[in-house]
């Protein structure tokens, strides 16, 4: 059983607004084992609706559209629908009903063109949207000897998304097929994409019936694993199997076998282990801290930070001496420490964090290029310190250097 | 003259990964003039894609094939895109040899398999790739009486983006039709989308042959102009025209009118009048430094920050009072007061920014819920602040009082 996504709507064919809706959709249809094959953006436009719904019916057996049923007349997915598959719309009383009571309760008087939402495709339910006037809807039929699904489902994140967990998905688990497809996703940081394949494609070559997907990003690498089985505790049964041995084969550089970031994986050793942390920043610029406190619940184990971007906030806020900025410049191994130290020190935390470097573009030299970072961690006992060469523009620097930062503390935690 | 763009790989109908060199080839496509009328995905499949292709060939001018141009049999666009054609492709003597001189420069052995990327559409040009082995391709020809675009370009972003600037848009321009678009796009802090379209709808309504999107964000509303003519000179001029009434109708919301972020105008601002800032934040955890600094050259305005957590660090860092604390609780008007003018005074900066409130998801109570946030501002002389009670979860939230405080950064000095 395979599915095609429709999107419905003018401003997903500019430069400045994209289908994101199709994540979540593929997501929770590969979990009924239904495949994605196909993806398709069209607009406003009744020929181009007409046409891409019949290339979908002769393709596909669930056929999702999305948008295009508000009440304007830009909105023409209904009716390009029926067009389509040749049937007639109906106005639904009740639907008519509601649609009179929704604009009574907020005392407007109700455009004769709202009308329209309440036109149902002959033999289809209407799908309540409990956030919006649109409703959706969801008809099984026949086309060509074939049998179809067709749902139309509202455009907005927030109107779709619960609409089709609560009503598309019961329907669909119904008539679905036999198999189900698990899913898990492993996270590695630090470690460069054909480094980690190496190492991992070992284990997954052996496992032929699991699909893995690596997809490399800056100072991450993560592997996507989809399995299909009878059952669903089947399938996460062979997919768990698979990730177990991954994770022993990627270890120390494997952070995640859930799904979780990096500074959710740091704040859950943090908070398990009852030890707090403090950060010092330089190239950064706070990036260390936002990303810790983005976490709920941080407050527990964060404690604060500083951002000392000038050399004489370096003495101030840390206790830095000038003579050692003098000595070794802002961007130095040595600098790196006194920031973790010091910040460690300023704070009374058990852990100090420093960062220093040149993010660029501006500011590189020769000895001292764009890219060169130096992390450090103290614990009070010894303080390790990283040298890293980044690639990349300010914001990829920066985001490596953070991820660098993060990373230490991992280890450090997890040992 | 329209455009279809077919993204092809069976990793973008997974729920993990999208098309986004799309949105970057609409944007080129329509400063040629020529509209994208369809997108598509489809699989590394050799019958879906054939098919896939011969649709486009029926409904569309130009059509822009990305990916599945590497050396793995799962990179089938060349021999799908002949086949939908009916017609050859042909081994190039000249890309075979780059490719044996590619891999002997490396000291390695060439796989034979890597010798499909040396085939090459009968009748088309092949595009050298800079940045990868895989080039790229240009056929113009004839399908059922229709004359026909056809590209075959790379899928990762840092190869199609310059092959496509350098290679297919002065082929592209050369024959496109007569009209280009111009577009511009500007931006408007802190204000509701609906409040900002009940004024710019004013003004927008009177040029019809512009058009007009507005799309609403956290803390930020984007207004995208777009208008035809027959040069680009003209088409600027008849959108620049609607945008100078817009910043007029908008103003002071209006912090951006050519797409620059609300950091890089601040930042602008700021370097402009040689002013310096510092930040101390507790709720934002930092948020507002990374944004200040993540604008290249902010080390020449922005001296440092703080993020002041716990309440001790806010009397350590920034010397508030603890009474003041115990008096008002840390979330409060007069500790984001204190927070702005402790930093201000403690880095020596012009300008001293404060921020407190709660995030959530815990740590709300009836009389300070979630989402209360207390925003200042120190110049010195006199100290604004600014409650608000902010939507959304802990991200959200977040990214608000970042903006609201980046916001009256941004008055103070364009007033």
């Not at 768990?240 to 041995?245: F, I, K, N, S």
Request: some cysteine; glycine content about 10%; hydrophobic content about 40%.
């Amino acid at each position: 059983m395979n599915a095609e996504i429709i999107a419905i709507g003018s401003e997903l064919l500019t430069p400045f607004r994209q289908d994101t809706n199709s994540l979540f959709l593929t997501d929770r249809l590969n979990t009924l084992g239904i495949e994605v094959d196909f993806k398709s953006v069209v607009g406003d436009d009744r020929e181009h609706l007409v046409n891409a719904a019949r290339i979908a019916f002769g393709r596909a057996d669930v056929i999702l559209f999305m948008g295009g049923l508000g009440p304007t007349e830009d909105d023409l997915t209904r009716e390009c629908v029926a067009e389509a598959l040749g049937i007639e719309l109906r106005r639904d009383p009740g639907l008519t009903g509601d649609l009179y009571k929704w604009f009574a309760g907020r005392r407007l008087k109700m455009p004769e063109s709202n009308l329209k939402q309440a036109d149902v495709l002959a033999g289809a339910v209407s799908l309540p949207n409990a956030n919006g006037t649109a409703p959706g809807q969801w008809l099984e039929t026949e086309w060509a000897d074939r049998k179809l699904v067709i749902a139309l489902l509202p455009g907005p994140p927030r109107e779709i998304k619960p609409l089709f967990d609560e009503q598309v998905m019961p329907r669909l688990r119904a008539i679905a097929p036999g198999e189900v497809i698990a899913t898990r996703v492993l996270k590695v940081a630090m470690m460069g994409e054909s480094a980690c394949d190496e190492l991992a494609a070992k284990v997954y070559k052996k496992y032929r019936d699991i699909q893995t997907t690596i997809l490399g990003g800056a100072g991450e690498v993560q592997l996507h694993l989809r399995g299909r089985a009878k059952t669903l505790e089947l399938a996460k049964a062979k997919v768990d199997r698979l990730a177990d041995e991954l994770e022993d084969a990627l270890d120390p550089h494997l952070f995640s076998s859930a799904g979780e970031s990096l500074e959710q994986i740091v704040g859950y050793y943090l908070d398990m282990r009852g030890v707090t942390i403090a950060t010092a920043e330089s190239c950064t610029g706070g990036l260390v801290a936002e990303r810790l406190t983005a976490v709920a619940g941080s407050s527990r184990y964060f404690l604060g930070g500083v951002i000392a971007y000038s050399n004489d906030l370096k003495t101030g806020f840390v206790d830095i001496q000038p003579l050692l900025i003098k000595e070794h410049g802002a961007v130095s191994r040595e600098i790196a420490v006194a920031l973790a130290e010091g910040i460690r020190k300023r704070c009374g935390a058990q852990l100090g964090v420093g960062v220093t470097g040149i993010a660029g573009p501006g500011g590189g030299s020769e000895e001292k290029p764009v890219g060169l970072v130096y992390c450090a961690l103290a614990d009070g006992k010894k303080t390790e310190v990283v040298q890293k060469n980044f690639p990349g523009d300010r914001e990829r620097v920066r985001w490596f250097a953070s991820q660098q930062a993060l990373d230490m503390v991992r280890r450090k935690l997890s040992a």
